[in-house]
T-cell receptor, first 114, second 116 residues
Framework: NAGVTQTPKFQVLKTGQSMTLQCAQD?????MSWYRQDPGMGLRLIHY???????DQGEVPNGYNVSRSTTEDFPLRLLSAAPSQTSVYFC?????????????FGPGTRLTVT | AQTVTQSQPEMSVQEAETVTLSCTYD???????LFWYKQPPSRQMILVIR??????QNATENRFSVNFQKAAKSFSLKISDSQLGDAAMYFC?????????????FGEGTQLTVNP
């Protein structure tokens, strides 16, 4: 298994540009989520999904869209990038294991918006 | 809403010694899980240890152990016999037992330095 994969690893955007951060997992996990990591603030939940066709907002959803058409993929879309979206983005998937959810994180995407 | 607080932005320890990282949380729920994650310079998030709130016994994983004080809403991580490879950012995280497995609330992180 490749686990949770994210592309690209690094990206530089100009203000107003759009892009999609890709996330895929090959473990057949039901649950997937997107977090952003900013200095001094830990990781904050952007959007999450409990299964194909079902998504919901997390703590900081503004400026981001998601969809979940398959179990494997959970892309994150920035429609009009802003400098405030400069961050490191993590995708995660999880499943029920041994009485709790075991969460797996991808390697992260570092996004800079100028 | 739940909150997680790590009041130590930075900590340092001598190799082979013991260090304790602090974490407090606020919740009105009785069913929840607590985690410590390690993030080395590679950025990869690595699960260190997990504690179920309904368990009174503190979790241990080799050199890592927790002191879970449910009434005080405290969840500290003790690293014994510290090694150079333990140097990383450590995050405390909370997950409600009443919601799906996707939603973690993280603290601000503690940067741990291990001195040789």
């Amino acid at each position: 298994n490749a686990g949770v994969t994210q592309t690209p690893k690094f990206q530089v955007l100009k203000t107003g540009q759009s892009m999609t951060l890709q996330c895929a997992q090959d473990m057949n996990h039901e649950y997937m989520s997107w977090y952003r990591q900013d200095p001094g603030m830990g990781l904050r939940l952007i959007h999450y999904s409990v299964g194909a066709g079902i998504t919901d907002q997390g703590e900081v959803p503004n400026g981001y869209n998601v969809s979940r058409s398959t179990t494997e993929d959970f892309p994150l879309r920035l429609l009009s990038a802003a400098p405030s979206q400069t961050s490191v983005y993590f995708c995660a998937s999880s499943y029920w294991q041994g009485g709790a959810y075991e969460q797996y994180f991808g390697p992260g995407t570092r996004l800079t918006v100028t | 809403a739940q909150t997680v607080t790590q009041s130590q932005p930075e900590m340092s320890v001598q190799e082979a010694e013991t260090v304790t990282l602090s974490c407090t949380y606020d919740t009105s729920e009785s069913d929840y899980y607590l985690f410590w994650y390690k993030q080395p310079p590679s950025r990869q998030m690595i699960l260190v240890i997990r504690q179920e709130a309904y368990k009174q016994q503190n979790a241990t994983e080799n050199r890592f152990s927790v002191n879970f004080q449910k009434a005080a809403k405290s969840f500290s991580l003790k690293i014994s016999d510290s090694q150079l490879g333990d140097a990383a950012m450590y995050f405390c995280a909370y997950r409600s037992g009443e919601t799906s497995g996707s939603r973690l609330t993280f603290g601000e992180g503690t940067q741990l330095t291990v001195n040789p």
